[in-house]
């Protein structure tokens, strides 16, 4: 058997004649189709592909000016203090505990008893002006180990969170510490702002 793509051979030709002829005398489209391509009309396997031109709409690109109303910028200003109330606060912590003193030392050559004893005047001098001048309140009132749970918007300025924190609250976990808080400051009043500078007055023996 002949390839469609190879010519056929003479007695396939002949026999493609005679049923041809039948074919076309029974089928007058069969007869118009031969008719056409005995006039020179390309099969249309035959004929070259035809270039076809798709013509593609293009978008024509409009700019368009949007305009954004922008939220009003409110200026935060940083609200500073005079560092009056500080240095107060130093002076009575080194008039009352020698706060000062203790700190600026070198302990490296003390004994841990001598630290001990001197850490034990320091301690009894700064618990007494915070008993004095303060009014502190813990954070939260539960005791220390006690289960809790923080809701949804809780000050978290007032309560840290730590441990594996997953998620978004309410969180449960176990109050650590219970924190302290301001309810009331009593510092005396200057009558020479200037003179709260010096934390302690040098000290000269005639």
């Given amino acids: 058997m002949n390839s469609p793509s190879q010519p056929p051979s003479f007695f396939s030709r002949i026999a493609l004649a005679i049923g041809s002829f039948f074919a076309i005398l029974g089928d007058a489209q069969l007869a118009q189709r031969v008719a056409r ?19 593609v709409p293009v978008e024509k690109i409009v700019e368009t000016r949007i ?64 008993a004095e001048h303060f009014a502190l309140t813990p954070v939260r009132s539960e005791a220390e ?3 809790v749970t923080l809701p949804a918007g809780f000050d978290a300025s007032a309560v840290r969170v730590s441990g ?16 302290w808080q301001v309810a009331g400051v009593h510092l005396p009043e200057l009558t ?15």
């Fill in 67 to 130: 305009e954004v109303p922008v939220e009003r910028i409110v200026e935060k200003t940083i609200e500073t203090h005079a560092p009056t109330a500080a240095l107060q606060l130093l002076g009575l912590l080194q008039r009352q505990a020698r706060f000062v003193d203790f700190v600026q030392e070198d302990v490296a050559s003390y004994s841990d008893a001598e630290i001990g004893a001197a850490a034990r005047v320091v301690h009894e001098g700064c618990r007494k002006v915070l």
């Fill in 37 to 55: 391509l005995r006039g020179g009309e390309q099969l249309a396997s035959d004929a070259p592909p035809r270039e076809v031109r798709v013509e």
């Fill in 164 to 179: 594996n924190v997953v998620g978004q609250p309410p969180f449960t976990g176990t109050l650590a510490h219970r924190g």
């Fill in 145 to 147: 180990g006690t289960r």
């Fill in 192 to 206: 020479d702002p200037q003179a709260a500078r010096v934390l302690a007055q040098a000290e000269v023996e005639l």
